[in-house]
Every structure is written in structure tokens, then in C-alpha cells.
């Protein structure tokens, strides 16, 4: 039997339940998963009482991803190498008489951007889904510049991607020349940059699902580009945390299908 949530706050809006309780009835699984409302500074109760409960495991959602790094450390969950170096986890599964944490949001890019060209890339924003972002495309890009709107999480970026070359811009960068962009601030922070886009980016990945499209992705779009949007990444991501929660083997690219299928479904 799983029993799983997604964690973060806000969070009513995450599609995490509907995909996740699709997958089990696809697999035949019997298990819940619900969303709950966790802020950081109630993190720490209610992970210590998790561990005394029956919980399979979590994903883990804004703001979360860098908070469980540190209050998981202090609770001696296992935090693999990765998750670690990025100071970001989005996921927890219970193992043994505790949780493990690792970033299924790393591995769903590996998969998402595997036959991209990346040459040049930009990220937009410095945030766990960036430093995921990086971690999967770094010593794969040869450049990778980051449009920051603070100059403060330079210095951790710069511990993660030690193989490909990294730059810090501002927000105002354009995106010309870029093979690959990656958008990963909050709805609204990339509104400017897409009011004053111009070229055409071959490849633009913006991680959120809400809104749908964003004003980046549509104009994006407009333009031509190859896209991807958070319904990719949220279904990729928990195409993992599926396989980690209930231990089965399945089809992935049907299993992709069915669930990109439920999920734009709900984004009409």
C-alpha cells in the first residue's frame, strides 16, 4: 500500500495527486496521494513525526526543495551526493528507519534535453530547478549563462557546474544566439523578458504548467521554437518518483503518454 503526498505551500494548485493516483490505477497499485500544505518553518515537525508514521514517500514542491536538504541532514536522512552539491531534493522515500532524498527534477531533465542542441544555454533563475537544470547539462553545454535577478546564488552555481563554462547576467540579457533557454523563475518573473523577445531561440523550456501557456512560452511558440513546458517536466519527474515509490517496472514512454494525456487534460 503507498502512501505518498506532494509537500509545499501554496499547493492546492499541484497536479502531482492527479498523475501520481492515475499511475497507480494504471499499475494496478493500490496507494494515495494527496497534496499538504507545509511551510519550512513547520518542516522540521512534521518530518520527525513522518518518520514515526506510514508514509512511503513525498515530492517535494516550492519552497521546500533547499529546506529539506538542511532540516533532512539535521534528522539523518540519507541525501544523495547530487541532491547535496545542488542544496536542492524534490524527492523523499522512506528507507528503512528513515527517508532518502535525491532530484528526480535532475534526472527528468537529463531525459527531457537528451537529443537538444546545447551549446550555448541560458537559465533564467538560480532557484532548485535551475541548479537541476544545471546539474543535468553541465560538461554536456560548452556555455552556460545564468539571468539572475540577485547575484547572491552565484557562488553555489558556480560549486555545481564545474564543467561547463558559466557566466551571471542580469535579467535584462537578450536571448539572442542561445540554442537553449531555460526558464525557471516564478509566474510573472519572465513576463519582461518576453515582451522584449525578438530572435528566435531553437529551444525554450519554461518549467511552469500555471499559468498555461506562460506569456515566454506562448510568444516562444509565436516564434517557432521547439518548447517544452512544466506539464513535460512535472510528468518526467514523476515518471521517477513512480518507479521509486512503488518498485514497479513499466513502459516509460507509455507510461509518459497516459500521463501527459491526465495531466494537459486539466490545464483546459
Keep these: 500500500m503507498i502512501r505518498a503526498a506532494v509537500l509545499g505551500s501554496p499547493v492546492s494548485h499541484s497536479l502531482s495527486p492527479v498523475l501520481h493516483n492515475a499511475a497507480y490505477k494504471l499499475l494496478g497499485v493500490s496507494g494515495t496521494y494527496e497534496a499538504i500544505d507545509l511551510t519550512p518553518e513547520n518542516a522540521r515537525a512534521f518530518f520527525s513525526t513522518a ?3 506510514d508514509w512511503t514517500g513525498f515530492s517535494l514542491t516550492m519552497p521546500l526543495k533547499e529546506t529539506i536538504v538542511e532540516v533532512g541532514a539535521d534528522l539523518g536522512f540519507v541525501i544523495d551526493s547530487t541532491a547535496m552539491q545542488m542544496r536542492s531534493a524534490n524527492t523523499l522515500v522512506r528507507k528503512g528507519g528513515t527517508f532518502a532524498a535525491s532530484s528526480t527534477d535532475r534526472t527528468a531533465f537529463v531525459h527531457l534535453l537528451a537529443g537538444v542542441a546545447k551549446e550555448r544555454v541560458a537559465i533564467i533563475g538560480g532557484g532548485g530547478t535551475a541548479r537541476a537544470a544545471l546539474s543535468a547539462i553541465d560538461g554536456v553545454a560548452g556555455t552556460i549563462d545564468f539571468l539572475l535577478r540577485s547575484p547572491t546564488r552565484s557562488e553555489l552555481l558556480s560549486s555545481i557546474g564545474t564543467r561547463s563554462s558559466l557566466n551571471f547576467f542580469g535579467m535584462d540579457r537578450s536571448l539572442e544566439g542561445y540554442d537553449l533557454v531555460i526558464s525557471t523563475v516564478p509566474a510573472g518573473a519572465s513576463d519582461g523578458i518576453a515582451l522584449s523577445l525578438e ?14 501557456p506562460t506569456p515566454l512560452l506562448a510568444k516562444a511558440r509565436a516564434k517557432g521554437s521547439q518548447t517544452f513546458d512544466g506539464m513535460d517536466l512535472l510528468v518526467e519527474q514523476a515518471i521517477d518518483q513512480i518507479a521509486i515509490f512503488t518498485l514497479k517496472s513499466f513502459d516509460r514512454d507509455q507510461m509518459r503518454k497516459e500521463l501527459l494525456e491526465v495531466g494537459r487534460s486539466h490545464l483546459i
Design 51 to 53: 518518520l514515526e508514521e
Design 199 to 212: 530572435c528566435t531561440v531553437p529551444t525554450l523550456f519554461d518549467v511552469l504548467y500555471k499559468p498555461y
